[in-house]
Each structure stands twice: as C-alpha cells, then as structure tokens.
T-cell receptor, first 118, second 113 residues
Framework: AQTVTQSQPEMSVQEAETVTLSCTYD???????LFWYKQPPSRQMILVIR??????QNATENRFSVNFQKAAKSFSLKISDSQLGDTAMYFC???????????????FGQGTILTVHP | KAGVTQTPRYLIKTRGQQVTLSCSPI?????VSWYQQTPGQGLQFLFE???????NKGNFPGRFSGRQFSNSRSEMNVSTLELGDSALYLC????????????FGPGTRLTVT
C-alpha cells in the first residue's frame, strides 16, 4: 500500500514571495504519478501539477514547480510570486500506473493549508 | 465544455436512513471515481467505475455502494447511515486513456444527524 505524508499542516507566505510545500511518499512501485491538488474554500479540487515518475525532469506549470527526488521519495511544490488566490488547502497525491488496484485511485496526503497574506 | 456536476450539493439525513448521491462526468469521460473527505480521515478513495463496471474499490464497508449508467453518470448509495458518514463526497471523472487526469466535481456535503 502507498502512503503520502505532508508534514506541514499550515503555512503562510506574503504576497509575491515564494513558498515551498513538502511531501514524502512511500511505495514499492516503480511506475506512478504524483500530483499536487489545490482545494480553495469553495471546495472544488483543482489539479495544480503532475509528475510522472519515469521522467527525471521536474514538472513546471507557470508559477508552480516541483522538486521530485525519486530515491528520497520526496515531492515538494514551489509556488513563486504567491498571489492571494493561491490561498487554499494543498494536497499531495499518488497514483500507481497501470491497471488493477490502480484504477482511478488517488492516495492523498493530509493536506497543507496555505494562507497568502497581502 | 461543462465540468463535473454533483447533486445535491447539500444533504441532511438522519441516522439509519439511506442516501443516494449523483455525479455527472464531463462529456466523453467514462471513468468516475468517488472519494470521501472528512477532517479526521482526510480524502479516501471509495470506488471507481468504468463502462458500468466497478474496477476498483477502497476499504469501506458494504453499506457504501455505487453504480454507473450507460451515459457514464454515476451514483453512490450509503445505506443505514451513521454519524461518521458525515463528510464531503467528491466525484472525479477522466478519459478512459488518461485515468490519471482526474477532474473533480464541487462535492456533496452530507450531514447525518
């Protein structure tokens, strides 16, 4: 079974600054995906960024980038130039690649509440 | 393209009753996954349906069941409700060849009294 751990229950950052959210995971699988999801107070879960484990290059989406360390099983999210709209709960998630017990199953961490202050 | 829709958005039920929640996926999406979100347990996977078949199931009691229709709409049912079933229930849909790319609905907030 896979586990995902987010050790920072809450983080805060000033607008325009950079913040990094941490995530570690445990798996015996070699093929998998890692994700960061954002859940604002409206509750709608939104995909922020995805990393495929076989790709060594870290994923980037505009102001969001990840630091994927496969050997260390670490997957952190860096948010640059933080904006008030980034205030949300952020979840790190894992999905095994392939069929069977991986079908449609995301395993989530406990989440990190990020508050961006003006 | 319309997003994932879930109905109802809010629901209050009494312990012992049963409830049915509905999820309409994005047009063209044939995979639907369901999750339960609670403050104590976080987000937990319930089950996944594809082409009217349950392909995967999480570790929940048999009181939790689901189904999928030929138009890919999905329902989940919880029988004999318990106080601990109070939660936000999220569904997510994805394309058959991109099941890793899940699009979530706004959720149904179920309160059991």
């Amino acid at each position: 079974a896979q586990t995902v751990t987010q050790s920072q229950p809450e983080m805060s950052v000033q607008e325009a600054e950079t913040v990094t959210l941490s995530c570690t995971y445990d798996t015996s699988e070699s093929n998998y995906y890692l994700f960061w999801y954002k859940q604002p107070p409206s509750r709608q879960m939104i995909l922020v960024i995805r990393q495929e484990a076989y790709k060594q290059q870290n994923a980037t989406e505009n102001r969001f980038s990840v630091n994927f360390q496969k050997a260390a099983k670490s997957f952190s999210l860096k948010i640059s130039d933080s904006q008030l709209g980034d205030t949300a709960m952020y979840f790190c998630a894992f999905m095994k690649r392939g069929g069977g017990t991986s079908y449609g199953k995301l395993t989530f961490g406990q989440g990190t509440i990020l508050t961006v202050h003006p | 393209k319309a997003g994932v829709t879930q109905t109802p958005r809010y629901l209050i039920k009494t312990r012992g009753q049963q409830v049915t929640l509905s999820c309409s996926p994005i047009s063209g999406h044939r995979s639907v996954s369901w999750y339960q979100q609670t403050p104590g347990q976080g987000l937990q996977f319930l089950f996944e349906y594809f082409s009217e078949t349950q392909r995967n199931k999480g570790n929940f009691p048999g009181r939790f069941s689901g189904r999928q229709f030929s138009n890919s709409r999905s329902e989940m049912n919880v029988s004999t409700l318990e106080l601990g079933d109070s939660a936000l229930y999220l569904c997510a849909s994805s394309l058959s060849d991109r099941v890793y790319e899940q699009y979530f609905g706004p959720g149904t907030r179920l309160t059991v009294t």
